[in-house]
Structure formats: C-alpha cells, structure tokens
C-alpha cells in the first residue's frame, strides 16, 4: 500500500512539515512531497510545465498512491495558496476512490475547521474519498526546539494513520473489482 504525504505549509521551517516528517518516519511505504521542498510554478495550464521536473515529480507520486494524508497550514481561515496551486496540476484520474486523510496546523485560536472543511471540498471535486477521522494541530503540539510532536497529538496522527490505512485497502479493493 502506497501512501502520499502531501505536505502543504510553504515555510521550511514550519510546522506542517515537522507534522509531515513525523508520519513520514511512521512507515516505510509511505512517501513524502513537500511543498516547502518542491517548489512549483502556479498552474498555468501550458502544456509546458508537464515537463518540470517538479511537476513530473508531483504527478508521478499521486498516480503512484493508493492514500494520501494532506496536511495544510490554515493561512486566513483557508487552506495555503501552494496546497491549492498543486493540486490545481492534479485531477480526478489521481484521486477516485482514493482514501484522504486531512490535517490542518493552525495558529491555536480555534482555527483549522475551516482549512479541514475547504480540503474536503476540494477532495469532493476530486472524486476522493476523505474520510471522517480528521485532526487539527495547534502550536501546543510541538516541542519546536526537538523539532518533534508531543506525545498525545502523536498517539492521535497515529490512529489518524490507521483509519487511513482502512479506507486505502477498500479503495484498492474498490479500483480493482470496480463499484457493486
Ligand atoms: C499568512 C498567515 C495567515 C495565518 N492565518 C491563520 C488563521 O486564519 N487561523 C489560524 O488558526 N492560524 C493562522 N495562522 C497561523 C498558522 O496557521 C500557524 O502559524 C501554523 O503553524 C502554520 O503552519 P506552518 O507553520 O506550516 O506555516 C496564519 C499564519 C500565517 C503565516
């Protein structure tokens, strides 16, 4: 089973991705896209960025995926501007019937529903399959200076992970044999 982090917080040092290389660490199979790391041009539709090395980078790994865990900073109640831009380069062929697990890291006053809210939208336009156990993490979460999450939020990525992990094996199930 292949599962895709996709990591949407833009800043190197911010905390969606300390939350995205903590799941990344979890589990062998399961591969990491950054988008602090991978940086992409905002789509322009030209059939030219199809061979950005970036972009190809991108595709090849949503294609390769059976699960994704999407994690977005909550940037002005809504998701980032980078998570949105590359999937803007992805449609539904990379997505249906795929499982979606959804994390938001927000600012602490209570945000994160709406960024949660604005990625199962999107992920319905997608034809993907987000599922219901989903998580917020607040600053309090992360002891920033060992770079690391704390104990109760970790335990929570992890159930998080397993549920995912659920839903990805009805998925594959559901690609191979078709819907009843
Ligand atoms: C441009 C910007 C807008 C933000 N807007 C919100 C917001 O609307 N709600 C919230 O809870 N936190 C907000 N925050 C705080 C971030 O969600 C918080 O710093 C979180 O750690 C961001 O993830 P990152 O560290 O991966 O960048 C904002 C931060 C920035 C930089």
């Known amino acids: 089973m292949n599962i895709l982090i996709l990591s949407g917080g833009p800043r190197k040092t911010g905390r969606s991705a ?8 979890l589990n062998d199979g399961m591969e990491l896209i950054d988008l602090s790391d991978l940086v992409l041009p905002v789509y322009s539709g030209e059939e030219e ?9 991108l595709k090849e790994a949503a294609r390769k995926a059976d699960g994704f865990v ?17 999937l803007d380069y992805l ?12 994390t938001a890291v927000a600012g602490g006053g209570k945000g994160g529903i709406n960024t ?24 309090h979460c992360f002891n920033r ?15 998080l992970l397993d549920e995912l992990q659920l839903y990805t094996k009805a998925g594959i199930q559901i690609r ?5």
Request: proline residues 6%.
């Open 18 to 25: 300390l939350a995205a290389n903590y799941l990344a660490s």
């Open 49 to 57: 960025q199809n061979h950005l090395p970036e972009v190809k980078k």
């Open 70 to 86: 999407m994690i977005s900073p909550e940037y002005h109640g809504g998701i980032s501007g980078a998570l949105k831009n590359a």
């Open 91 to 102: 449609g539904s062929d990379y997505f249906a019937h795929k499982a979606v697990a959804l």
């Open 116 to 139: 949660l809210n604005q990625m199962r939208t999107i992920m319905r336009a997608l034809y993907a399959n987000a599922i219901p156990k989903q998580l917020v993490l607040d600053p």
């Open 145 to 159: 200076e060992e770079k690391t999450l704390l104990e109760e939020p970790a335990r929570l990525i992890n159930e």
């Open 176 to 180: 191979k044999e078709g819907l009843r």
